[in-house]
């Protein structure tokens, strides 16, 4: 970002600012390829430091006057720095990209095991598994009070969510996976594919499920709807 002083504007921590004089900020000089270890070895010391108008209390902006920026660009240091920089950036993207493939491939290749029940018995375990949380939600929060709910009593939507709700209860067990990759390159991406592999294992597994997971599928991608 380029930012031109006039005459009469001042700094509280450099004095007055010479006329006609325009200057890059930070980002500016990230733009054009600078980075911090470049600004310090290459720039030093800011020509302006610029007071934030609206935080008073932030950190001074680090200003630099373009015609030195401009003249350190045309040195032979400055091309052998930024060379050595973008060579070292393609090799982060490279080792980052390599680890976003092993993640993925990881759980690409880790089986899903989805549990086999009778439809009667799916319905029963996954009332209790909602009631459950229905009582836990309680504890958590004075106003709520339980309202249990029944097998017979469920409204056919419902029972569809509890039922998977209770089957990916049941495939927690592939989240720490997931756990394993806390801050790694490739997590959000591991999680999508893990996602959508589950809602498949459960869908081959019980096909009147099919309809729920794939709308389970579709919230993630889009987002919840607007309230």
């Given at each position: ?100 493939r092993e993640v993925l491939a990881r759980i690409a290749a880790e089986p899903i095991d989805v549990p086999r029940l009778a439809p009667d018995r799916l319905a029963e375990l996954a009332v209790e598994h909602r009631n459950r949380l229905d009582a836990e939600r309680a504890l958590r929060r004075p106003g709520h009070v339980p309202d249990p709910a029944t097998v017979d009593g469920a ?73």
């Amino acid at each position: 970002m380029a930012i031109k002083h006039g005459r009469h504007q001042e700094d509280p921590g450099r004095g007055e600012s010479p006329p006609g004089h325009t200057y890059l900020s930070a980002t500016g000089l990230r733009a054009r390829g600078w980075t911090p270890a470049m600004v310090r070895r290459l720039l030093g010391e800011p020509d302006l430091l610029r007071t934030n108008p609206v935080f008073r209390s932030a950190p001074r902006a680090r200003l630099y006057l373009v015609a030195r920026v401009e003249a350190a660009e045309q040195g032979e240091e400055f091309r052998a720095v930024a060379a050595a920089a973008a060579r070292r950036s393609a090799v982060g993207r490279a080792a980052a990209l390599r680890r976003r493939r092993e993640v993925l491939a990881r759980i690409a290749a880790e089986p899903i095991d989805v549990p086999r029940l009778a439809p009667d018995r799916l319905a029963e375990l996954a009332v209790e598994h909602r009631n459950r949380l229905d009582a836990e939600r309680a504890l958590r929060r004075p106003g709520h009070v339980p309202d249990p709910a029944t097998v017979d009593g469920a409204e056919p939507g419902a029972l569809d969510r509890w039922k998977v709700d209770y089957l990916r209860h049941r495939l927690t067990r592939y989240d720490e996976i997931l756990d394993e990759l806390h801050g790694r390159t490739g997590r959000a991406a591991a999680e999508e594919l893990l996602r959508r592999r589950i809602y498949t294992a459960v869908t081959k597994a019980y096909p009147d499920l099919a309809r729920e997971c794939e709308r389970r599928l579709s919230e993630q991608q889009c987002g919840p709807p607007p309230g």
